[in-house]
């Protein structure tokens, strides 16, 4: 505190605290969010006002200011399309598709993160052949191979059905379905999910969530090897389970193919939580549907199995 002659007892506490503050945030203590507006209040001068510090105390504050690590901001857009393709003359078979993403867009020095993340949401929703695309290119192609496709295998169906006298088949219509959204964050960490859906006749649809957790500082995914330390898996099995019966009724838990569920790599980050999401037939029957289980943040701190800093509000 060898600066309260020159600044003031008050001053040197809040400079103190802010300092305090931006240290948090760069052990990842607190969210990126949260030192945002700090920053750029310091920057803009609005501390000072706000503080009423003297101009030593201010160019300190300033000095501080240059150690703030800011997520970059994301410009979220959205792209929908649909097409409907009809099969062969006289086939009433038809197929309709519908998509519907959210996609990332950052100009600036962290233009290639929101590349990244934009490659990893399209090759998840289309495939690994259109992820180097932009989102009207990659749909279109997707689009016109899936339209493709379809005409070749209804025509060879109906080719199929005319020989065995069949005139009128069941499910005339055939649809997929692509929706992909952003779903939490948690400091620099972002998490996105991609629900598809497709039906092809039979008793139901057919449906596959898959759960994408990217750092958006870097663009890189982010792995339960990455959030956890090593050998965290008994400890966090213990944890989960503990869960199951807020997300899943009594009937489904009987249901389930083994009696512990265990974690897995699909999952989301949220504020205070983490999402684990299973797919149908994962670990129960088609009845119970997709479902998820989520862990407080706070018990994986308790527990010790945590390698990454993560917020918990």
């Known amino acids: 505190m060898f600066f309260a002659p020159f600044l003031g007892t008050a001053n040197v506490v809040r400079i103190f605290l802010i300092n305090k503050v931006i240290n948090n945030l760069l052990a990842r203590r607190i969210g990126f969010e949260d030192i ?8 803009k001068g609005n501390m000072r006002k706000r503080f009423r510090i003297n101009p030593v105390a201010a160019g300190l504050l300033l000095v501080l200011a240059t150690n703030c690590v800011r997520t970059p901001r994301m410009e979220i857009l959205s792209y929908t399309a649909e097409q409907e393709t009809a099969s062969v003359a006289g086939c009433p078979l038809t197929h309709k598709l519908d998509i519907s993403l959210e996609y990332p867009m950052v100009k600036g020095d962290k233009e290639m993160a929101a590349t990244l993340i934009r490659q990893s949401i399209f090759e998840t929703a289309f495939g690994q052949t259109y992820d180097t695309l932009n989102v009207q290119e990659a749909a279109t192609r997707y689009a016109d191979d899936l339209a493709a496709e379809f005409k070749e295998l209804s025509a060879a169906m109906w080719r199929g059905w005319q020989k065995a006298g069949i005139a009128d088949p069941a499910a005339a219509q055939w649809s997929d379905s692509i929706e992909g959204y952003f779903a939490g964050q948690n400091g620099p960490y972002r ?7 497709d039906f092809t006749g ?15 500082t870097d663009g890189s995914p982010v792995t339960l090897d ?3 330390v090593p050998d965290f898996n008994d400890v966090l099995t213990e944890i989960l389970n503990r869960h199951v019966a807020e997300s899943l009724s009594e009937e489904d838990i009987e249901d389930l193919f083994e009696p512990t569920v265990s974690p897995t790599g699909n999952y989301i980050l949220t504020s205070d ?3 684990f999401i299973y797919n149908p037939y994962e670990i129960g029957p088609y009845s119970i549907g997709t479902p998820s ?3 407080p943040i706070k018990e994986l701190k308790k527990a010790g ?9």
């Open 36 to 43: 945002d507006y700090l920053c750029r209040g310091i920057q």
């Open 191 to 197: 998490s996105y999910i991609v629900n598809l859906t």
């Open 202 to 216: 039979g008793a139901h649809s057919n449906s596959t969530t898959r759960a994408l957790v990217f750092d958006v």
């Open 226 to 228: 990455d959030l956890f």
């Open 273 to 275: 939580s983490i999402t």
């Open 293 to 295: 289980v989520s862990v």
């Open 305 to 313: 199995i945590l390698a990454r800093k993560l917020g918990t509000r």
